[in-house]
């Protein structure tokens, strides 16, 4: 039963983690698109 519970609380930290970092990328996009005013494409683009 330990293993189990090991492994669930990795499983809820690490969905916690996707969780923050998708929120935090949602985020940050919304505000640099609102500061260019460019499509988010043209964003996709210029990183490469």
């Known amino acids: 039963m330990d293993i ?3 492994l669930f ?3 809820c930290v690490l969905l916690a983690v996707v969780v923050a970092v998708a929120v935090g990328n ?3 996009r ?3 698109r609102d500061k ?3 499509p988010p ?3 996709i ?3 490469k």
Do not use: H, M, P, R
């Open 4 to 6: 189990l519970i090991l």
């Open 9 to 11: 609380g990795i499983f």
């Open 26 to 28: 949602v985020e940050f």
């Open 30 to 32: 919304g505000c640099y």
């Open 36 to 38: 260019v005013k460019e």
């Open 41 to 43: 494409a043209s964003d």
């Open 45 to 47: 683009d210029q990183s």
